[in-house]
């Protein structure tokens, strides 16, 4: 499938208007009740503030299978016995050039690298579980960086937020969370954001997902196509997850998963069920499903409150 190669719209023409380019973010939050929490956390101060927003969930359709039950996940997989992923050979073309490699340094000490794709010039979107170390619920330091390969740059990192609810539950469907950079990444593509129409799930819509992947050092993008089965999370009852057979690789956590016209559903979080070598470490192959985090309005709403404070 050939992407179209748009202009860089959504969020770069809020800069102009002020208002959001997706009409889904933008009306909720201007009169929402704020319902729950976020943890933003500072990483000159290193000290963590709690933000109301609103998170008031789509209803659930009934009818929505459940999802399996994940005992076995890691944050990468290669469904079946064939890779089918492609290289990105123009990383600097639109939607690619607002995906970002993250080299994310934690307050612990350990050390790791994912994907996330820019809804603003300050704003990145990515994986809690890359912001915030499971062990030890650590939160990345003031070493991480985010490199753009449109730009040829590295840019240094002030401020990330998640979910409250996801330090210490971890519930996979709000794995999702942001990264503040402190200078802008300009004249690259911006990710409008939407919730996903259920309707796309018979083949009517084929999604993308690219990012940086550990089998080539993190050096390239790769994506691959397919299309999304919603179900509906086994750990929060008002959420919904994204399956899907494309293939990823380990440092994809937070990869865009997007439409034909650039717009971002959801984004890659894990896989289930991959192959083990002997000593019983996923090998990132042969995997049954890859799973990703789905936005619903909440999740819209989150993001659109970072953008609002950030951007505005």
């Not at 101060?45 to 933000?51: E, K, L, P, Q």
């Not at 084929?206 to 990012?211: D, E, L, S």
């Not at 550990?214 to 691959?224: G, L």
Request: with cysteine; aromatic share 14%; proline share 4%.
């Amino acid at each position: 499938m050939k992407l179209r190669k748009l202009l860089a719209m959504g969020l770069t023409l809020v800069l102009a208007c002020g208002t959001m380019a997706s009409p889904v973010m933008a009306e909720e939050v201007e009169n929402a009740e704020f319902t729950d929490y976020y943890e933003e956390y500072d990483a000159e101060t290193g000290t963590v503030t709690r933000i109301p927003f609103s998170s008031v969930a789509d209803e659930v359709d009934p009818s929505v299978p459940v999802e399996p039950d994940f005992s076995d996940m890691c944050p990468f997989g290669v469904v079946g016995p064939d890779d089918s992923r492609t290289l990105v050979e123009d990383p600097s073309a639109d939607p690619y050039s607002g995906i970002v490699k993250l080299h994310l340094l934690y307050t612990n000490g350990e050390e790791g690298y994912g994907t996330g794709f820019l809804i603003s010039p300050h704003v990145i979107a990515t994986c809690a579980h890359n912001i915030r170390y499971k062990k030890d619920d650590a939160w990345i330091s003031s070493k991480t960086t985010a490199f753009s390969s449109a730009t040829g740059k590295t840019y240094k990192y002030k401020k990330c937020g998640t979910h409250g609810n996801w330090g210490g539950n971890h519930y996979r469907a709000i794995d999702y969370g942001y990264i503040i950079l402190e200078e802008p990444v300009n004249d690259v593509y911006y990710f409008d954001l939407r919730k996903h129409i259920k309707d796309d799930e018979d083949g009517i819509t084929n999604y993308t997902i690219a990012g940086f992947c550990q089998d080539s050092n993190y050096r390239y993008m790769y994506e691959d196509f397919g299309t999304l089965q919603t179900t509906s999370s086994t750990q929060v009852a008002s959420k919904h997850i994204f399956l899907y057979e494309m293939d990823t690789f380990a440092g994809q956590s937070g990869a865009p998963i997007f439409d034909s016209n650039g717009t971002a559903v959801g984004m890659h979080a894990y896989e289930y069920g991959c192959e083990k070598d002997e000593d019983g470490k996923s090998t990132g192959y042969l995997c049954q499903l890859n799973k990703g985090v789905y936005f619903d309005q909440a999740a819209l709403n989150f993001y659109q409150q970072a953008y609002n404070k950030y951007e505005t």
